[in-house]
T-cell receptor, first 114, second 115 residues
Framework: GAVVSQHPSRVICKSGTSVKIECRSL??????MFWYRQFPKQSLMLMAT?????????EQGVEKDKFLINHASLTLSTLTVTSAHPEDSSFYIC??????????FGAGTRLSVL | DQQVKQNSPSLSVQEGRISILNCDYT??????FLWYKKYPAEGPTFLIS?????DKNEDGRFTVFLNKSAKHLSLHIVPSQPGDSAVYFC??????????????FGAGTRLTVKP
């Protein structure tokens, strides 16, 4: 299957700092990538759709200014959590679809804000 | 609005027996369904999918059944192996033909296969 690389796998930061998470499709191009958030023992919640060459589409209730998304190329999307606070601590996962519609996921990033 | 539901948070089966994981959906516009497997601290791994034009899709030990009238699908794993122990997520979306990004996940079912 297709490979999606996500980095870093874990980050610990102080409250008020910004954190950037990268998502790369390694062996295919992705004009669209997705960013999810997972709370403990809960499902994956779609946060936003990252679109190459245009603005990201955010789900209802997700703050655009808080979670900045940049789809810099056909193989890279970044999620920046700005001015992170403890309530932003979570597991963030990106995915990219192949033409068949199957989404392939990155390994996820565990963010802990102190 | 939970459009995809997995009502069993956990399931425990003996090695060699069948595991049956269930999933229900409410949105009748969904016509493409996927199962993902997830280990702790890792991203979900695609397992198997089924289009609404089919009622069964089989891949090795994994079979997905779809009952469109009941808006219900299930994943059968037989025989179950200890390495199958993971959280299984059901997901649903529009057919890729529509290029629709709206894929929704269930809450997951934690499967434990005992040796």
């Amino acid at each position: 299957g297709a490979v999606v690389s996500q980095h870093p796998s874990r980050v610990i930061c102080k409250s008020g700092t910004s954190v950037k998470i990268e998502c790369r499709s390694l062996d295919f191009q992705a004009t669209t990538m997705f960013w999810y958030r997972q709370f403990p023992k809960q499902s994956l919640m779609l946060m936003a759709t990252s679109n190459e060459g245009s603005k990201a589409t955010y789900e209802q209730g997700v703050e655009k200014d808080k979670f900045l998304i940049n789809h810099a190329s056909l193989t890279l999307s970044t999620l920046t959590v700005t001015s992170a606070h403890p309530e932003d601590s979570s597991f963030y996962i990106c995915s990219a679809p192949v033409p068949s519609g199957i989404q392939y996921f990155g390994a996820g990033t565990r963010l802990s804000v102190l | 609005d939970q459009q995809v539901k997995q009502n069993s948070p956990s399931l425990s089966v003996q090695e060699g027996r069948i595991s049956i994981l269930n999933c229900d959906y409410t949105n009748s516009m969904f016509d493409y369904f996927l199962w993902y497997k997830k280990y702790p601290a890792e991203g979900p791994t695609f397992l198997i999918s089924i289009s609404s034009i089919k009622d069964k899709n089989e891949d090795g030990r994994f079979t997905v059944f779809l009952n469109k009238s009941a808006k219900h699908l299930s994943l059968h794993i037989v025989p179950s192996q200890p390495g199958d122990s993971a959280v299984y997520f059901c997901a649903a979306r529009r057919e890729p033909l529509y290029n629709n990004n709206d894929m929704r996940f269930g809450a997951g079912t934690r499967l434990t296969v005992k040796p």
